[in-house]
């Protein structure tokens, strides 16, 4: 079991940025992937970004150019640097990491609220 813990959200205005955390209970070298989603309303999680335990990053098209994802290994810390930011990104977002073939685990969320 990976327990996964988030922090970093908050409120910022438009333009502004944020720089969420997610702290894993194991070393990110153990992990295949981590990465960051959002729920879009009324739609299924969405990526925003992820980072594999190479350090290949990917990122949701709607954020790119604007978000960096990092990973400190001896910290077991992913990080997730937002600037630019919009209304729109407005969300709760969520941790995930993912070992082996087919586990899966998710932190908290922590919330962004992106407002004048």
């Known amino acids: 079991q990976v327990q996964l813990v988030e922090s970093g959200g908050g409120l910022v205005q438009p333009g502004g940025s944020l720089r969420l955390s997610c702290t894993a209970s194991?070393?990110?070298?153990?992990?295949?992937?981590m990465a960051w989603y959002r729920r879009v309303p009324g739609k299924d999680l969405q990526l925003v970004a992820g980072?594999?335990?190479?350090?290949?990053?990917h990122y949701g098209d709607s954020v790119k150019g604007r978000f960096t994802i990092s990973g400190d290994t001896a910290k077991n810390t992913v990080y997730l640097q937002m600037n630019s930011l919009k209304p729109e990104d407005t969300d709760v977002y969520y941790c995930?990491?993912?070992?082996?073939?087919?586990?899966?685990?998710w932190g908290q969320g922590t919330q962004v609220i992106v407002s004048s």
């Open positions: 995930n990491a993912r070992k082996g073939s087919a586990q899966s685990y």
């Open positions: 980072i594999s335990s190479g350090g290949v990053t």
């Open positions: 194991e070393s990110l070298l153990r992990l295949n992937n």
